[in-house]
């Protein structure tokens, strides 16, 4: 599903006991800090708070992989508002969007917290965020220096709500070992879908005796349908998140692409996918290519298969394209410490911050320029075609709610996938459940 | 309320009749009400009231954050025309059948467990009751890994005597009967320490008696164990089928995400969290959630008027 869940069990555990204790830290901070001073009112514009202007305030995330990051970010910011108090809560991702939710209820959401696509628009509907319109009148944030697919994320009805703080995009992964073993020459920038089915067919026909196949199939919209059907010239959710693009022509092409790699027995199926997922055939050498995000770097390096590893851009269909998505910093509408959340949110977009969480390998950055660090933390892989990809990357695609149809993708599509049902009789049902799911918005 | 608490605590000792009249007259006062309000209040606070409100949500449209709207009987509605719900009914009964399969398993295992003189009995005591202890998400991980289709170790050990398996958990049909299995075998720990204590009430003299009139360990197991086990087995089977009416864990766990017969092996439990947490459609869940109530609720009605016939308090 999405790119944070993804370093998962890893990630889960860690981010739990560390939760516990970040939260019972809070707890003690917020015992001993006892009446900051009480916030101005921040008025209709934003303006930089003073340089002695005394805050308290709550920084709400969930990867506590990127909190050492954030911790030297602050302490950047610090410097401009020493007396400016930022307490960082981490709620594991399991939790978080349950624990935002009741706290958006109960108007005691962070002053400022992380958001995603998927969530973005039904906070963003319910007025949950403080635009940031003034900041980017005042010209303290400028928008064209983000990747433009990451600024509409993050816009519903013309108005902006946050800027990335980071990104990712999606690409292939092959392994140059198993290539070798079957003979066919290894994957080349400009390569087509054709290129990618014959090269799959033609090492699961190889390789066969060994039990590996061409490709392990991407079952998820992020690192797969989502990007084929991009590529085929169609969308998933329009601009507006008023209509969707399942029923067209270009959506049964981009489905058509995985049920061809599994039904040509280059994929394993469905139920082998479900068995063990994708990531796992191909980092235990089971599967030579492997269509997945950026965020994957990690577990590439951490495998067996470390040195025969490498990374290359998504083949073309009818066009070329990716899904970006990446995560944004948005300040609580209801915050009592608005302006103090808004400078920190200034500040968490700027360059220096941003060059700062790429050097600590943290995240790709979503400033741009800022990406080197990036691309030398594995100077082995080839992590340039992840940049490269902005050029040619469409937003995640989302609406204001879009878990009501996001679940039934996989639901209808994955017996499609399989060749059980057929690919029309599945696109056609989509198109009109997922619609009907858009409606009820 | 006037109820003296000596009627509560003293069922046994007189007749209803006679206490019923004596009651008022002989009432305790309020202290004895002291003692049970912390537990009362803490019933009220975090079950009856949440009760009463999902009641009143299964007839709203529930906001995300917060904020009812009034739809009268639309989600219940709704509820009693979605196949699904009629499949995840389906699914679980099926569950239940078959863990309930376990209980004579059960007895059997429990009625030689506790074979007089029987060395290391309470290794295999252990032994059967670990399952219990260990944590229901970390048994499923397990047991996933054991029924993988590509590399578990089940098909291995199929392969070696040339049997092709199949994909356990992703194949329609034999998912749930490869979930009941894990529920069948996680099932024997809990109803094996009941039973046994049950089998330890059981009067030697009586296999005694049956052994000097000539029956036979199987004669004796049928004619003095069962009937006289019959409370117990009782007992384990009300819990057995709530426990598995509340499938959900080792469903989530051992399918996972992106299995393409999910949709055709939910349970009960699992339409809820879908609903209520996936789809973020709280009102509708509140309903389901009631469904769920009320079936269990009359599941159990159902086997207390059945127990009549088969269980043997004497």
Redo the contacts between chains.
Sequence with gaps: ?MNRISPHARLRRRGWLTGIAALGLAGLLAGCAGGGSPAEPSGDGYTPPAKDFAAEITYGVWDQTQVDAINANIEGFNKEYPNIKVNVNVTPWGDYW?KL?TQ???STLPDIFWMNGPNFQ?YAS?G?FEPITSIVDGGYIKPADYPKALIDLYTLDGVSYGVPKDFDTIAVWYNKALFAKAGVEVPKAGWTWDDIQTKAKAISTALSGD?IYGIAAA??GQSGYYDTILQAGGDVISADGKKTGYGTPEAAAGIQFWTDLITSGAS?N???????PALTWFTSGKAAMFQGGSWQRNAMVQSDIKDDVQVVELPKGERQATVIHGVANVVSAKSANKQAAQALQVYLASKAAQEQQGEMGAVIPAFNGTQQAFVDSIPQYDLQVFLDAIAYSFPYPVSK?T??WA?LE??IL??AF?GDVSVDKANAELATKVQAALDAE | MTLSLRTVRTPVVSTPDRRRSAGPARTDGWWPWAFVAPLFLGVCVFYLWPILQTVYFSFTKFG???GQTWIGAANWARLVQDPDFYRAILNTLIYSAIVLLGIPVAVFLASLINRPGLRFASLYRVLFFLPYIAMPVAISLVWRMM??????IINYALSLVGIDGP?W???PGLALISVSLVGFWGSFGLAILILGAGLKNIPVELYEAAELDGATPWRRFRSVTVPLLSPSVFFVTIITIIGSFQLFDALYAM??????V??ATQSLVFYFY?NG?????KGFAAAIALAILVIIGIVTVIQFRLQKRWVNYD
């Excluded at chain 2, 029924?147 to 578990?152: E, H, L, S, Y």
């Design positions: 599903m349950t939710q958006g209820s109960s039904l319910n949950m039990g079952t998820d394993p469905i139920q082998q996918l479900s068995d063990t709610n878990s009501a679940g996989a639901e994955l017996p399989n | 995300v954050f917060g029924f993988n289709g590509d590399f578990g994909h958990l992703s194949t399918l996972g995400p992106n299995n393409p999910m949709p879908e947490f996936i789809r973020n459609d």
